[in-house]
């Protein structure tokens, strides 16, 4: 089973930017649909962001015209760009990848956004 992992979270300051990507390891898989997740210290995971197998898009409105997913088939790669960060989006985000009838979970990014 090919294993999606995260990259692209670090340290950032509120109002900053940073782009996260979810990619296929050693292997290559094919998006059916996609999507990303985050989960604060003592919260539940949450949906922040999705795309169906028709391309629509799903966002959370807490991350409604700052966030943006996408993807790239040719690299088997989901794309979460993270803009006007807030103290709010720190967390840890997980990717999700629905390829053919698999459902794949990455491992995780921390991201933190600083005052």
């Known amino acids: 089973q090919v294993q999606p992992v995260e990259s692209g979270g670090g340290l950032v300051q509120a109002g900053g930017s940073l782009r996260l990507s979810c990619a296929a390891s050693?292997?290559?898989?094919?998006?059916?649909?996609g999507a990303w997740y985050r989960q604060a210290p003592g919260k539940q995971r949450e949906l922040v962001a999705s795309?169906?197998?028709?391309?629509?898009?799903n966002y959370a409105d807490s991350v409604k015209g700052r966030f943006t997913i996408s993807r790239d088939n040719a690299k088997s790669t989901v794309y979460l760009q993270m803009n006007s960060l807030k103290l709010e989006d720190t967390a840890v985000y997980y990717c999700?990848?629905?390829?053919?009838?698999?459902?794949?979970w990455g491992q995780g990014t921390q991201v933190t956004v600083s005052s």
């Open positions: 999700r990848v629905f390829s053919g009838f698999q459902n794949l």
């Open positions: 050693g292997s290559t898989f094919s998006i059916n649909a």
């Open positions: 795309f169906s197998t028709d391309g629509s898009t």
